[in-house]
């Protein structure tokens, strides 16, 4: 059972930064597909970056030029670096990995409060 806990949220300011962290309990990145999700009271749970198991990113439009998602393998973390953050950004975030096959589980974290406000 692979197990995913995320940290690094909290309250800032519109415009300001904050680095979300996974840390996964077994070394998967070679594996998995790493996403980070988020969902903001009242709305579906909607994704906001991804990285496959080579190393290529994909981001939604909201975030495109404002997220980057990155992974250190040493350290079996999956980071989400957030910068000029806006007042919809707030949300619980959460990190998935998702398996190479069909049939295979697929695992979510905890997740982790921003919230952005002045």
């Known amino acids: 059972q692979i197990q995913l806990v995320e940290s690094g949220g909290g309250l800032v300011q519109p415009g300001g930064s904050l680095r979300l962290s996974c840390a996964t309990s077994?070394?998967?990145?070679?594996?998995?597909?790493m996403n980070w999700y988020r969902q903001a009271p009242g709305k579906q749970r909607e994704l906001v970056a991804a990285?496959?198991?080579?190393?290529?990113?994909a981001y939604a439009d909201s975030v495109k030029g404002r997220f980057t998602i990155s992974v250190d393998k040493a350290k079996n973390t999956v980071y989400l670096q957030m910068n000029s953050l806006k007042p919809e950004d707030t949300a619980v975030y959460y990190c998935?990995?998702?398996?190479?096959?069909?049939?295979?589980?697929?695992?979510w974290g905890q997740g982790t409060q921003v919230t952005v406000s002045s």
């Open positions: 077994e070394s998967i990145f070679d594996i998995y597909t």
């Open positions: 998935k990995a998702v398996p190479p096959l069909s049939g295979w589980s697929d695992y």
């Open positions: 990285i496959t198991n080579g190393g290529h990113s």
